[in-house]
T-cell receptor, first 114, second 110 residues
Framework: EPEVTQTPSHQVTQMGQEVILRCVPI?????FYWYRQILGQKVEFLVS????????KSEIFDDQFSVERPDGSNFTLKIRSTKLEDSAMYFC????????????FGQGTRLTVV | DAKTTQPNSMESNEEEPVHLPCNHS???????IHWYRQLPSQGPEYVIH???SNVNNRMASLAIAEDRKSSTLILHRATLRDAAVYYC???????????FGGGTRLMVKP
């Protein structure tokens, strides 16, 4: 069964450093997402990406965040200068064409900012 | 915003049916009802979705009230592996992202 793959599974970084979280969505999917979940809290939407551009973003997704689909298979989330409060699980998701197709989530990257 | 209401937690015995309720009293005519679940230490996983009619798939059944103001996710025989947080999500017809609420934490007892 096709799946969304995220790497690394766990990343520890120093405050102020840049991190790039990587995702390989399901190959024929067209919509891509990043969500995050702070420990013990709800899953929060960050950004959606379609047709090589951001289609929606939340208030959390400020200038420190950016997304890219550099090569047609990978989908990355960059945090430019990490803060302690960026520590969370980050989930990538993708879905296919169609107005109500289901989203497939990766297993997540645990980001720890120290 | 999520605009659905679910109990914080429920308990079930293994191999018994589980009915997980969701209230969405302000739902509009074109909103779909989606259910996802999140097993411990994993990403969310799609369970089922529907609009008006009841729906069945290999994982569960979804019963939607006639007025669409509530729905119930039915797990026909709960297993220990079904212990998870279950999210009921309203999604507009052309909805893009999912808005997760607090969900219902289902505990399954052997």
């Amino acid at each position: 069964e096709p799946e969304v793959t995220q790497t690394p599974s766990h990343q520890v970084t120093q405050m102020g450093q840049e991190v790039i979280l990587r995702c390989v969505p399901i190959s024929n999917h067209l919509y891509f997402y990043w969500y995050r979940q702070i420990l013990g809290q709800k899953v929060e939407f960050l950004v959606s990406f379609y047709n090589n551009e951001i289609s929606e973003k939340s208030e959390i997704f400020d200038d420190q965040f950016s997304v890219e689909r550099p090569d047609g298979s990978n989908f990355t989330l960059k945090i430019r200068s990490t803060k302690l409060e960026d520590s969370a699980m980050y989930f990538c998701a993708s879905r296919g064409d169609g107005l109500n197709t289901e989203a497939f989530f990766g297993q997540g990257t645990r980001l720890t900012v120290v | 915003d999520a605009k659905t209401t679910q109990p914080n937690s429920m308990e079930s015995n293994e191999e018994e049916p589980v009915h997980l309720p969701c209230n969405h009293s302000t739902i509009s005519g074109t909103d779909y009802i989606h259910w996802y679940r999140q097993l411990p230490s994993q990403g969310p996983e799609y369970v089922i979705h529907g609009l008006t009619s009841n729906v069945n798939n290999r994982m569960a059944s979804l019963a939607i009230a006639e007025d669409r103001k509530s729905s119930t996710l039915i797990l026909h025989r709960a297993t220990l592996r079904d212990a998870a947080v279950y999210y009921c999500i309203r999604r507009t017809y052309a909805g893009n992202m999912l808005t997760f609420g607090g969900g219902t934490r289902l505990m399954v007892k052997p």
